[in-house]
């Protein structure tokens, strides 16, 4: 069983599932200029519709009355509400409606908002006008754009989270350039990109504890991601474990470190990087410190498949959720904790019976559990992610993510409950697996073709 009150929940991003990408004066994103361009070279798919939300938003909710979950998080997009990317301007006012009764229509039925500032949807003209988030600028077009957002909805909204995976956004958009806005700089382009986030969510966090915390008592975090590694059976050595503990760092902890930990990167990664790593001075090692109001935390197939290329010889990437979340209570000094995106991923073609995301929902939730009851991790949240079918990214629509189902060839895209839809729900009901349930252990492994390189690696369920 999970705490009383605790924050069961499913999420959502905006491009993934709004569409109308043009409609209601919304401004194109990276991401639709992106799959626009590569489209036309590649026959790809785009998400110019994806799932409908923005048009189908109170058949989300009906989705999430289903799952009795009582929490959801959805992000806002920027170039829907601000165009022309300056939230210093006029606001598009169907935006701004749009998401105002997603809020009360959510608070109506007792459905708490997570709200997300960006999930990786960067207005083009920012991308154009400035070179996108390898320019400073951006950190305080960023913190207006926070401001406005804390303004508008923050009376209606308890928990904020600034960004979603800053690291993928660093190291996939300008680094390895698999997603918008497709650089490939390097990892001295990564480096930049994710300094200047860093400070753009620290930015927007001190706007809102200097001007916007006494009167609406809420919270601000940011969503990082990450993987975990350990020895393999035989190979703990010291070296090993220090190891691990470095690849650790070198995702997690490249954005925690700053924000969690002592307000700078880690030693490791000053030794990897040497001069292409910025510096924070040390006014702004004070000023990014403690950025955070509790620990968001995404775990799953993104950052597991780029975990592999972090690997040494006698280690393995494991989806092991328990042990990260205690290593993150002993780095960064105990935490609460929101595990914001949660969940794995099916090929399309496994359809609306599908028992494998069921058993690997199962398994990050017992480990979740155990992490509460036996290692004294405070988590206060679960969002199963994602609500609904949506675009996945580079891979489009190979593969789904979604609890309920979604027909792309339907014009009505009507949201259809998976089997992994029905357990949530009873998992939701019990508050946790019933007692039968906890009373039994098991050891499994994962069916190869449902994940990248760690089909070796052994699950304790519950």
């Known amino acids: 069983m999970s705490p009383q009150r605790f924050l069961w929940g499913s999420g959502t991003s905006a491009y993934q599932t709004e569409g109308a990408w043009n409609q209601d004066g919304k401004g194109p994103s990276i991401w639709d200029s992106f799959t626009h361009s590569v489209t036309e070279k590649l026959d790809r798919m785009t998400a110019n519709v994806a799932s409908d939300s923005y048009n189908r938003w109170e058949e989300d909710v009906k989705a999430l009355e289903y799952l009795s979950v009582r929490s959801y998080s959805f992000s806002l997009s920027w170039p829907r509400l601000f165009p022309d990317g300056n939230a210093r301007g006029q606001p598009n006012s169907a935006a ?7 809020i009360e229509k959510l608070l109506e039925k007792k459905i708490q908002p997570i709200v997300t500032l960006h999930h990786w949807d960067l207005p083009q003209v920012l991308q154009e006008r400035y070179g996108g988030w390898k320019n400073d600028t951006l950190v305080g077009l960023f913190e207006d754009y926070a401001a406005f957002c804390f303004h508008t909805f923050g009376s209606r909204v308890r928990y904020w989270l600034t960004m979603h995976n800053p690291f993928l956004m660093a190291v996939q958009g300008y680094g390895t350039g698999v997603h918008a806005p497709g650089e490939k700089g390097g990892p001295a382009g990564s480096l930049i990109v994710a300094h200047n986030l860093i400070r753009a969510h620290a930015k927007a966090w001190h706007t809102y504890n200097n001007h916007f915390r ?17 020895p393999q059976r035989g190979q703990t050595t010291a070296v090993n474990v220090g190891l691990c503990q470095q690849s650790i760092e070198a995702v997690l902890g490249w954005f925690a470190n700053p924000i969690f930990g002592n307000g700078d990167y880690p030693v490791s990664l000053k030794d ?14 004070l000023w990014v410190q403690k950025t955070a109001d509790f620990f968001a935390l995404s775990f799953g197939p993104n950052n597991l498949r780029l975990g592999r290329n972090l690997v040494h010889y ?30 794995w991923f099916s090929e399309a073609r496994v359809g609306r019976e599908d028992t494998v995301a069921i058993y690997l929902m199962k398994s990050f939730i017992n480990q979740v559990l155990r992490a509460i009851k036996f290692d004294g991790v405070q988590v206060f949240g679960y969002s199963a992610w994602s609500l609904v079918d949506g675009f996945e990214w580079n891979y489009d629509y190979t593969i789904r993510r979604g609890l309920f189902y979604v027909d792309f060839s339907q014009q009505d895209r009507t949201r259809t409950p998976k089997t992994s839809a029905q357990y949530y729900r009873q998992v939701v009901a019990d508050n946790g697996f019933p007692s039968e349930e906890t009373s039994r252990e098991f050891t499994g492994h994962f069916p190869c073709e449902f994940h990248w390189g760690i089909a070796d690696s052994t699950l304790q369920v519950r």
């Open 214 to 230: 006494s009167t609406q008592m809420g919270k601000v975090s940011i969503v990082l991601g990450s993987h975990w590694v350990e």
């Open 272 to 285: 990897k990087h040497g001069a292409l790593l910025p510096t924070f001075t040390p006014e702004e090692k």
């Open 96 to 102: 701004v409606e749009h998401y105002s009764r997603l």
């Open 314 to 343: 006698g280690q393995t990437v494991t989806p092991d959720l328990r042990r990260l979340l205690g290593w993150i209570k002993l780095e960064y000094g105990d935490p609460s904790v929101l595990v914001a995106e949660g969940g």
